[in-house]
């Protein structure tokens, strides 16, 4: 099994900035991405970023130049710096991983969610 443990979100003023940190452990053969997805009360979860193992990224529209996906040493980790932050980024942010636990099986796993409000 794999594990994803999100660390970080809170409360921020608008225009505060805001990091989150997601950790995957488990039965860990190769990552394909990690990154970062976000619900908000009535809607449904969309993308914030993903980093796949090249390190390429990909970022949703409602946050491009603001947030920031990176990968620690390790690959396992992987950190959400958001800066600019509005009322409107307030959601549950759920860390997503799809991996390989062996040399031909893959899942995709979700962290448990950690709340993020932006309000004055």
């Known amino acids: 099994q794999v594990q994803l443990v999100e660390s970080g979100g809170g409360l921020v003023q608008p225009g505060g900035s805001l990091s989150l940190s997601c950790a995957a452990s488990?039965?860990?053969?190769?990552?394909?991405?990690m990154g970062w997805y976000r619900q908000a009360p009535g809607k449904e979860r969309e993308l914030v970023a993903t980093?796949?193992?090249?390190?390429?990224?990909n970022y949703g529209d409602s946050v491009k130049g603001r947030f920031t996906i990176s990968r620690g040493d390790t690959k396992n980790t992987v950190y959400l710096q958001m800066n600019s932050l509005k009322p409107e980024d307030t959601a549950v942010y759920y860390c997503?991983?799809?991996?390989?636990?062996?040399?031909?099986?893959?899942?995709?796993?979700w962290g448990q969610g950690t709340q993020v409000t932006v309000s004055s």
């Open positions: 488990g039965s860990i053969f190769s990552i394909v991405s």
């Open positions: 997503n991983g799809r991996v390989y636990y062996s040399t031909t099986r893959w899942g995709e796993y």
């Open positions: 980093i796949n193992s090249g390190g390429s990224t």
